[in-house]
T-cell receptor
Framework: AQKVTQAQTEISVVEKEDVTLDCVYETRDTTYYLFWYKQPPSGELVFLIRRNSFDEQNEISGRYSWNFQKSTSSFNFTITASQVVDSAVYFCALRGGGGADGLTFGKGTHLIIQP | DSGVTQTPKHLITATGQRVTLRCSPRSGDLSVYWYQQSLDQGLQFLIQYYNGEERAKGNILERFSAQQFPDLHSELNLSSLELGDSALYFC?????????????FGEGSWLTVV
């Protein structure tokens, strides 16, 4: 069975601080895919990134960066110089390589950026 | 805007009733997924269709059913509704049924059962 753990239920920081959201996953698949989604207060789920299990290269997109470490089964997400608009619930998700299943989501981290 | 369209956005209905949620996938996407988000269960995968055929099944109740039509839009039917079915229901789509495809979500349909 697959599992995604986001141990941080809620994080509150002051604007312009850097913040890291943790994601730890469990899977027996050798090929798998990891995702991050953002859910703002309006409710929609916004895709942020997809990472393949065979590509451990870290990625940076503007103020966002992701650190994928297979050795520790982690796929952490860092926001640099946080802004109030970053306030949302962030979900980490996993999908096995077999395809016969949907995304397995973590319970999400509620990020609050205070002005 | 993800390109996935869901209707209705909000729905209030009584216990025991039946509702239908509708979804239009992104243009060109052949795979459609349904997810349920509730406070106690979190985000759960319900079912996936690919080009009209059921592809994968998750934690979908027997009271729920779905289908994907030849024009690729999909419907999720929820019957004999219970208070616990109150949730945000998401439709999502991807290009094919490959696990590596990015899955794009719609804005969701808020269902309240009273």
């Amino acid at each position: 069975a697959q599992k995604v753990t986001q141990a941080q239920t809620e994080i509150s920081v002051v604007e312009k601080e850097d913040v890291t959201l943790d994601c730890v996953y469990e899977t027996r698949d050798t090929t798998y895919y990891l995702f991050w989604y953002k859910q703002p207060p309006s409710g929609e789920l916004v895709f942020l990134i997809r990472r393949n299990s065979f590509d451990e290269q870290n990625e940076i997109s503007g103020r966002y960066s992701w650190n994928f470490q297979k050795s520790t089964s982690s796929f952490n997400f860092t926001i640099t110089a946080s802004q109030v608009v970053d306030s949302a619930v962030y979900f980490c998700a996993l999908r096995g390589g077999g395809g016969a299943d949907g995304l397995t989501f973590g319970k999400g981290t509620h990020l609050i950026i205070q002005p | 805007d993800s390109g996935v369209t869901q209707t209705p956005k909000h729905l209030i209905t009584a216990t025991g009733q039946r509702v239908t949620l509708r979804c239009s996938p992104r243009s060109g996407d052949l795979s459609v997924y349904w997810y349920q988000q509730s406070l106690d269960q979190g985000l759960q995968f319900l079912i996936q269709y690919y080009n009209g055929e059921e592809r994968a099944k998750g934690n979908i109740l027997e009271r729920f059913s779905a289908q994907q039509f030849p024009d690729l839009h999909s419907e999720l039917n929820l019957s004999s509704l219970e208070l616990g079915d109150s949730a945000l229901y998401f439709c999502a789509s991807s290009t094919t049924d490959s696990s590596g495809n990015t899955i794009y979500f719609g804005e969701g349909s808020w269902l309240t059962v009273v």
